[in-house]
């Protein structure tokens, strides 16, 4: 197979040390053909290999499409500045895209050892069965190859034909451009997106609580607001099973006032779900995680679950903006 010149495209706001080691790790990669593009608000002072576009303040998904267009790479790999990927990151990538049906694929962003406990926690929770279900948490560990419609720009890499043919991200979508991308790949071009396990980023958690259940709440009222506008990928009982648990939870206690059965009934699920979750976090086989894994769930399951309705609520994204 012809090797193919992958354009590494990273965006961030200022330089800071997680895109230092980002572009740390990206600059010793073992793949022989490869550029590295940074796009930021301002000027920086990178290795003299590094390509630097200061743009100033603007999304995310507006960067990278201006990484994009700059790049020279018949293969766009993009990556975020708080994640750096393992040293055979594109040399295994390469071998996936064999096949012309295969115009993307998606690797596991794992939590690095260096994360502190709190980062850890979080961590855990995206991954384990409980906290992100069986059916997600595969993009956090290294799971089975499968053929997937939906996955993050944190570690993601296109054929970068493909990108322009969609023509690019959709813009007016922050966080969600990507769900947006890989709908109108799969379902307009009916190209194939491929989680690839071996195409490893190390991706640094956001610590609980605080910016952990932030970045919660932005995924859950954007997941909202496009179970509505597409249902293709969005609309699936996943999703919508935290929301399901806020209310059952709150609207549980009426039952109290109409049987004795039924509110122990309540009681009974209510009590299953709390010992499931500290199963979950026993199964961290961590002493130090368990409180944290414990309620960071709880909260995570709560948070993402009002966040969802939010969005839902919603009629456009430009309220969801004002809200979070």
Not at 14 to 37: Q, R, V, W, Y
Not at 286 to 293: D, E, G, H, Y
Request: net charge positive; proline share 4%.
């Amino acid at each position: 197979m012809k090797k193919s010149k992958f354009s590494i495209i990273v965006v961030y706001q200022k330089k800071n040390k997680f895109a230092e080691e980002c572009i740390e790790h990206c600059l010793k990669l073992d793949c022989p053909s490869f550029e590295i593009i940074a796009i930021s608000n301002e000027n920086d002072n990178w290795d003299k290999r590094v390509k630097i576009h200061a743009v100033g303040d603007i999304p995310p998904s507006e960067k990278r499409d201006i990484g994009a267009k700059i790049a020279k790479g018949e293969i766009l790999a993009f990556i975020d500045d708080d994640a750096y990927p393992k040293k055979d990151w594109l040399k295994k990538a390469e071998k996936y895209f064999g096949s012309e049906e295969v115009a993307a694929i998606g690797g596991p962003g794992v939590t690095p050892h260096s994360d502190n406990i709190l980062q850890k926690a979080g961590g855990y929770i995206y991954s384990s069965w409980f906290g992100a279900s069986p059916s997600m948490r595969y993009r956090y560990i290294q799971s089975k190859e499968r053929e997937v419609d939906d996955y993050a720009t944190c570690n993601f890499i296109v054929r970068k034909n493909i990108f322009k043919k969609i023509g690019g991200f959709d813009t007016k979508y922050w966080p969600g451009e990507d769900t947006k991308f890989c709908l109108d790949l799969t379902k307009k071009l009916n190209k194939k997106i491929i989680y690839a396990p071996d195409v490893v980023v190390y991706h640094h958690r956001r610590p609980l609580f605080r910016k952990h259940l932030k970045q919660i709440k932005s995924y859950g009222m954007h997941r909202g607001l496009f179970a509505k506008k597409f249902p293709e990928t969005s609309f699936r009982l996943v999703y919508f099973l935290p929301s399901l648990f806020v209310l059952g939870l709150v609207f549980g206690w009426v039952s109290y006032f109409m049987h004795p059965f039924l509110f122990k009934a309540y009681a009974v699920v209510v009590s299953l779900y709390f010992l499931t979750i500290f199963i979950n976090s026993v199964f961290s086989k961590n002493v130090m995680l368990i409180p944290f894994v414990f309620t960071g769930t709880f909260l995570t399951h709560l948070w993402y679950g009002i966040a969802f309705i939010h969005g839902i609520l919603n009629k456009d994204l430009s309220r969801v903006r004002r809200i979070l």
